[in-house]
């Protein structure tokens, strides 16, 4: 299994940008495929993208429109959201995930974070 704990969250401006870390604990990290969503209140959990095992395929949702990068050390056990252009509507909670295998749907997932806010102001 693998613990993930993310940072980075806080409260920005409209056009600024962010960068977010995930850092995992446990043997099984580098053979985990990772995934980033995104919660708004009152909405449903949200895929914003996720990035292989070996971090040579990333998949991003089109809401991102090449905003977001994702990407992994799997030396560090980190996986990270760069998050550029922010807008409001991205306000939310964000979480990573880790799952067996590459997918857009939380029910990929075995292992999620406790999440991380973002506040996007106008």
């Known amino acids: 299994q693998v613990q993930l704990v993310e940072s980075g969250g806080g409260l920005v401006q409209a056009g600024d940008n962010l960068r977010l870390s995930c850092a995992a604990s446990?043997?099984?990290?580098?053979?985990?495929?990772l995934g980033w969503f995104r919660q708004a209140p009152g909405k449903e959990r949200e895929f914003v993208g996720a990035i292989s095992r070996t971090g040579g395929t990333t998949y991003n949702s089109d809401f991102v429109q090449g905003r977001f990068t994702i990407s992994r050390d799997n030396a560090r056990n980190t996986v990270y959201l760069q998050m550029n252009s922010l807008k409001p509507e991205d306000t939310a909670v964000y979480y990573c995930a880790a799952g067996r295998v590459f997918g857009a749907s939380p029910s990929t997932y075995y292992s999620w974070g406790q999440g991380t806010q973002v506040t996007v102001s106008s």
């Open positions: 446990g043997r099984t990290f580098n053979s985990a495929a």
